[in-house]
């Protein structure tokens, strides 16, 4: 028997969950009969829908309705679960480990392919700065998002119990830097919802927060347009956020955050959401990357001056064939990606077909942004809306986009009772740790010396 034509795919984020799903749809009589193989390799068994991160965050959405679970939606795929060091194009062959092979201990294995799709995404894009590594918190996963929560609400606590002004005030000051999407969003959720939260504390006050969000350049939500994005500015200031522009942080050691400007803040939260670089993976290959780490690839998503090697999303150059000018590639994010892993899938189906392939041509139509709970901007078509019109325009597009429709049902649902009741302040910081507890209860107990005699 013939071995099946093996596709494997890189990635189980937006492209790599997307691309394997139309596939397993258009090949499904191949992958019946056994001539084709798709093995999907993922660090994580979901694919995490991103834009919603700072909702749930803000405990308006489920964590578990925030994620996609991969072997029920890619039920006629192979999953791996692990990652890939390094791939030999040349060889057809990528070095991967998985969750077994770390418990055998043999080291990685290496596994053959026909077809390469690279969508390994990207990760947090770190700076050289003090202190970074060890005190700052990212936002790029469910985890560190719903981690952010929980050391919100257990920074309020600290806050409401300590006698020491010093540690109330690093308690209550958050430090987020990026002004982008992430920075911005997951600024504004939780600052309504610490505000919210405030409520239920004896002593603590609202005004007792202190919010700043600190940005290199001179503008905001760049995506949004200038008009836009000025309206951001004043509606974050007008909430007592401290807005810091064209200023970056200098060091976060000792607990404080040492702005360029001068200003010393001291406290207990840094978050990192300034921007993102292509996945380590992509270094390790064979294939021609451009000067940003990104894979250089045709307008038909195949990797350039290569065959049989596929890439999408924020690990692809792709050019932009609507811009009309020559070198502008398609922004990485999720607009495209989800469009581009459309093509991705029918060029690859087709070229194992040998029918002609088909250019990959989106023109961008704008982006919208949530500031918190009924607040927003968005720049679409053309047409600039703020404030509840904006929130509601972000909300739709977003459920829309969430894959499968069990997941918009219980996103929606979850929408609906939150309109109907209260918010929940709970923090449960101790799903982090969950031996904690029974460690402590399993410790010998302290030998105090010898007990005196009666």
């Not at 991160?53 to 692990?82: F, K, N, Q, T």
């Not at 999303?313 to 495209?336: I, L, M, R, W, Y």
């Amino acid at each position: 028997m013939t071995e099946p034509a093996r596709i494997l795919v890189v990635g189980g984020g937006y492209v790599g969950m997307y691309t394997a799903l139309r596939l397993q749809r258009q090949l499904r009589t191949e992958l019946r009969a056994g001539t084709v193989e798709i093995v999907v390799v993922t660090p994580d068994p979901y694919m995490t829908y991103q834009p919603f991160l700072p909702e749930a965050a803000a405990g308006s959405i489920s964590p578990r309705h925030v994620v996609v679970p991969l072997r029920r939606v890619l039920d006629r795929c192979r999953i791996l679960i692990g990652e890939v060091g390094s791939i030999d194009h040349a060889k057809r062959t990528a070095s991967l480990s998985t969750l077994a092979t770390e418990e055998e201990g043999t080291g990685g294995i290496e596994l053959t392919y026909d077809e390469l799709v690279l969508a390994p995404g990207s990760v947090s894009r770190t700076l050289p700065v003090p202190g970074l590594a060890d005190h700052a918190i990212g936002f790029k996963t469910v985890e560190e998002a719903i981690g952010l929560r929980n050391h919100v609400i257990e920074q309020m606590d600290i806050a409401s119990s300590t006698r020491d002004p010093a540690i109330r005030d690093a308690a209550l000051t958050f430090v987020f830097v990026g002004g982008g999407y992430a920075g911005v969003e997951a600024l504004g959720e939780l600052e309504d919802m610490a505000r919210y939260t405030a409520r239920y504390y004896h002593n603590v006050k609202p005004e007792d927060l202190r919010w700043v969000l600190v940005e290199a350049s001179d503008r905001i939500l760049p995506e949004v347009g200038e008009t836009m994005g000025k309206y951001a500015i004043r509606e974050l200031r007008g909430r007592n956020i401290d807005v810091r522009l064209e200023t970056r942080l200098e060091s976060c050691e000792d607990r404080v955050a040492v702005l360029s400007d001068g200003t010393r803040l001291p406290t207990r939260t840094v978050v990192w959401t300034a921007g993102v670089k292509p996945a380590p993976v992509l270094a390790a290959t064979d294939l021609p990357l451009n000067e940003r780490g990104r894979l250089r690839c045709t307008a038909h998503l195949a990797v350039e001056g290569v065959e049989h090697a596929w890439a999408a999303g924020d690990a692809a150059a792709v050019p932009d064939v609507t811009s009309g000018e020559a070198g502008k590639e398609c922004a990485p994010n999720a607009q495209h990606a989800v469009r581009q892993a459309k093509v991705l899938a029918e060029n690859i189906a087709a070229s194992l077909a040998g029918r002609p392939l088909k250019e990959y041509a989106h023109a961008y139509v704008g982006s919208v942004a949530s500031l918190g709970l009924h607040k927003g901007v968005a720049h679409v078509y053309g047409r600039k809306l703020k404030g509840y019109p904006a929130w509601f325009m972000h909300r739709a597009y977003h459920l829309s986009r969430v894959p499968t429709f069990n997941r918009k049902a219980r996103v929606l649902a979850e929408w609906t009772l939150s309109g109907l009741f209260k918010r929940e302040i709970v923090s449960l910081g101790s799903l982090e740790h969950p031996r904690a507890e029974f460690e402590l209860a399993a410790a010998p107990p302290p030998d105090h010396g010898d007990k005196p005699s009666s």
